[in-house]
């Protein structure tokens, strides 16, 4: 039994990532510390995909004269670069998004900005009004 866990202590890296990642998102106020548990959900999301690709006893797929060769398949590595470049890309763009409303609100906290904007909303609101 404790064989089967451990066989694939893969697969409860990724679960733990996944849901370090998402508790992070929901629970933290903070827009910083919101982008950083994107990216560690994107973490596991990586990994799980690596994991699907290998193969126990595989080799690199490079055609040889054996026919009873047991490959392992390229392709989800070759996805997971290209998700890799597109997650860096995304986490400098919430990056940046971080730092325009932190000079326009003086704050990164979700809560402080929403008051903010329901304050706006009133003033403008009543001066409508007028």
């Known amino acids: 039994m404790i064989d089967q866990i451990f066989g694939v202590w893969n697969y409860w890296i990724v679960f733990i990532l996944m849901m370090i990642g998402l508790y992070i998102v929901i629970s933290k106020k903070s827009l910083l510390k919101k982008i950083v548990g994107l990216a560690i959900f994107q973490t596991s999301v990586f990994l799980l995909y690596i994991t699907f690709g290998k193969i126990a006893g595989g080799t690199a797929p490079i055609l ?12 989800p590595h070759v ?26 609100y003086g704050t990164i906290n979700e809560d402080e900005i929403s008051a903010s904007d329901l304050v706006e909303y009133h003033e403008k609101y009543l001066e409508d009004k007028k």
Do not use: D, H
């Open 79 to 104: 996805l997971i670069l290209t998700a890799i470049v597109v997650g860096v890309a995304t986490t400098a763009l919430g990056l940046a998004l971080t730092v325009r409303i932190n000079k326009a």
């Open 64 to 75: 040889t004269n054996n026919l009873n060769e047991i490959y392992s398949n390229p392709l």
